[in-house]
T-cell receptor
Framework: GQQVMQIPQYQHVQEGEDFTTYCNSS?????IQWYKQRPGGHPVFLIQ?????EVKKQKRLTFQFGEAKKNSSLHITATQTTDVGTYFC????????????FGDGTTLTVKP | DTGVSQDPRHKITKRGQNVTFRCDPI?????LYWYRQTLGQGPEFLTY????????KSRLLSDRFSAERPKGSFSTLEIQRTEQGDSAMYLC???FGRGDEKLFFGSGTQLSVL
């Protein structure tokens, strides 16, 4: 079945440093979504990417979807303590359009 | 509050007992999903509904799990003869559908099986 893998599992940064998490799917995706889960909270939608090679920005966050639509990345510039949490990617395929398969996330901690 | 709501927030039960959880999605959303999450893992897909129709169920799900969405509004997830391995956070999410698949999650039900 479809697998979605994320690296790294954990990332510790000093406030102000950049952060990147990578997501790889075993199958071609129709779209990919990114979610953030704060400690003790539930996943909150950040963004959806649909097109091959798509790049979207939200303030300090930059999301990319690979040309082959099998990988994606999230980059945060100049991290802040409010960025702390676990970032998940979730992919959908055309064959299973109703099902999002989540990676196991990258947990970001930021040292002030 | 017009978000996704789940009840109860916490459930402690003894092995072998049955439990039922409820999810109320955002009212205009026609898709409803159940996920399970354990510590250090991402949400694991269990099943989803389009209105009242259950369109997909994970093959990982044993026959002890059943979900319903009788009138296309709220949903229930029942686990029969609970086992310790069922201990997890059970998350419900909803989406508008019709091409808009942003998932809005509830706060979850934390199940502990003793």
């Amino acid at each position: 079945g479809q697998q979605v893998m994320q690296i790294p599992q954990y990332q510790h940064v000093q406030e102000g440093e950049d952060f990147t998490t990578y997501c790889n799917s075993s199958t071609t995706l129709s779209n990919i979504q990114w979610y953030k889960q704060r400690p003790g909270g539930h996943p909150v939608f950040l963004i959806q990417l649909v097109k091959s090679g798509e790049v979207k920005k939200q303030k300090r966050l930059t999301f990319q979807f690979g040309e082959a639509k099998k990988n994606s990345s999230l980059h945060i510039t100049a991290t802040q303590t409010t960025d702390v949490g676990t970032y998940f990617c979730a992919g959908r395929t055309r064959a299973n359009a109703g099902k999002s398969t989540f990676g196991d996330g990258t947990t970001l901690t930021v040292k002030p | 509050d017009t978000g996704v709501s789940q009840d109860p927030r916490h459930k402690i039960t003894k092995r072998g007992q049955n439990v039922t959880f409820r999810c109320d999605p955002i009212s205009e959303h026609n898709r409803l999903y159940w996920y399970r999450q354990t510590l250090g893992q991402g949400p694991e897909f269990l099943t989803y509904f389009q209105n009242e129709a259950q369109l997909e169920k994970s093959r990982l799900l044993s026959d002890r799990f059943s979900a319903e969405r009788p009138k296309g509004s709220f949903s229930t997830l029942e686990i029969q003869r609970t086992e310790q391995g069922d201990s997890a956070m059970y998350l419900c999410a909803s989406s508008f559908g019709r091409g808009d698949e942003k998932l809005f999650f509830g706060s979850g039900t934390q199940l502990s099986v003793l």
